[in-house]
């Protein structure tokens, strides 16, 4: 019977043989390289993200008034902005803007409502970080 086949079933079987498994491990590569980008950018994500609710929360309750807490917050949230989702970047304009109160009146011991704001503006943006690093890992 196989002496009865044409000599170029037997070259597509043979090529076939050659290319399926090199097809394979091209889109197996691919895939595994998508998967580390996406390790990477979720891994950048969270360390950014927890570097700035730190930053953040330590300007509020322990730097006050001093600019040296200030200028540590304001770096982080440049850098969370540049890796953000645009729910983040939102998030990020109201607590920049209780920032900004906060560094005016001194921090959270001066003024109640300022600490309201604050807790409401840092849950929003804490939350909205969440949702983007889920998003991530779906």
């Not at 399926?20 to 994500?45: A, C, F, G, M, W």
């Not at 409502?113 to 939350?127: D, I, P, Q, R």
Request: net charge positive; with cysteine; proline share 1%.
């Amino acid at each position: 019977m196989a002496g009865n086949l044409p000599w170029y079933v037997f070259l597509i079987i043979s090529l076939a043989a050659i290319v399926i498994p090199l097809v394979s491990k091209i889109i197996e590569n691919r895939h595994q390289r998508r998967l580390k980008t996406l390790e990477v950018i979720l891994n950048r994500k969270l360390d950014a993200y927890s570097e700035y609710v730190r930053l953040a929360a330590q300007f509020a309750y322990i730097s006050g008034k001093d600019g040296v807490g200030y200028n540590e917050y304001l770096k982080a949230d440049q850098v969370v902005r540049l890796i953000a989702s645009e729910k983040v970047q939102e998030a990020l304009d109201k607590v920049a803007i209780s920032a900004n109160r906060l560094r005016a009146t001194g921090g959270t011991e001066h003024s109640s409502e300022l600490s309201t704001n604050w807790h409401s503006a840092m849950g929003e943006v804490c939350k909205e970080m969440f949702r983007d690093i889920e998003k991530l890992r779906d």
